[in-house]
C-alpha cells in the first residue's frame, strides 16, 4: 500500500514522501497514530499544493535571509573591553553579547542559537562570526574587539584638540574685536 508521510519517520522517510509499507502495517500503525495517509488521488492532489506552498514559503525565506545576509555584512560590530598585560582582555566576548548587540541595533529576527561561535572571543582585533540565518543561508559578519582604555584615549586626544582650536580662535576673534589703539600700546 502506497501511503504520504506527513512527520518524519526513522524508518520509513521524510515528511512528504510517498512510500510503499505492508498493509496492516498502514492500517494498523502508521494511519491511526497519524504518521501518515493513503496515497489516494484526492491526497495525491493536496500533497501536490502542500509541496507548492512550501517550494514558495521556503523560496521567500531564503530571498529575506540573502538580504539579510548582506545588510549584516555592510554593518559594523565593534565591543571595547577592559584589557590587562600584553593586551589580554578580561572576560570574553559571547554569542549572548552579540545577540544583544545584534538587537540594539535593530536585527531582532536573528536568534541567538543562530550565532555559529565555537567558542568565546578572547582577544583583540577583528574576528569574523557566521550566523545562519536559513538553511542554506549563512551570513559572515566582523566582529571587532578593542581595548576600552584605547578608546578613552583617543576620544581625550580629539577633545583637547577641539579645545586648543577653540582657545586660539577665540584669541584671534578678541584682538579683532579691539580696537586698534588698545591693541597696540605705544
Known amino acids: ?23 496492516g502495517y498502514a492500517r494498523n500503525y502508521l494511519i491511526p497514530n497519524g504518521i501518515a495517509t493513503m496515497a489516494n ?3 495525491l492532489i493536496s500533497h501536490e499544493e502542500i509541496k507548492k506552498q512550501r517550494k514558495r514559503k521556503t523560496e521567500k525565506l531564503t530571498a529575506d535571509a540573502n538580504e539579510l545576509a548582506g545588510v549584516l555584512k555592510s554593518q559594523s560590530f565593534e565591543f571595547k573591553m577592559k584589557t590587562g598585560e600584553e593586551d589580554k582582555i578580561f572576560g570574553s ?3 549572548q553579547m552579540i545577540h544583544e548587540l545584534l538587537e ?13 561561535l565555537k567558542e568565546p572571543i578572547r582577544a583583540l582585533g577583528e574576528h569574523e562570526v557566521e550566523i545562519k540565518l536559513q538553511q542554506s543561508v549563512v551570513a559572515k559578519i566582523t566582529v571587532k574587539v578593542v581595548n576600552e582604555s584605547q578608546e578613552e584615549v583617543k576620544q581625550e586626544v580629539k577633545t583637547e584638540e577641539k579645545s586648543d582650536s577653540e582657545t586660539v580662535s577665540e584669541t584671534e576673534t578678541e584682538s579683532a574685536e579691539k580696537p586698534e589703539s588698545e591693541a597696540t600700546p605705544e
Open 1 to 23: 500500500m502506497k501511503v504520504i508521510l506527513k512527520h518524519d519517520h526513522e524508518l520509513l522517510g521524510d515528511e512528504g514522501q510517498i512510500v510503499d509499507v505492508k498493509n
Open 41 to 43: 488521488k484526492s491526497n
Open 93 to 95: 566576548v559571547t554569542a
Open 104 to 116: 540594539k541595533k535593530g536585527f531582532t529576527t536573528v536568534e541567538r542559537k543562530k550565532i555559529l
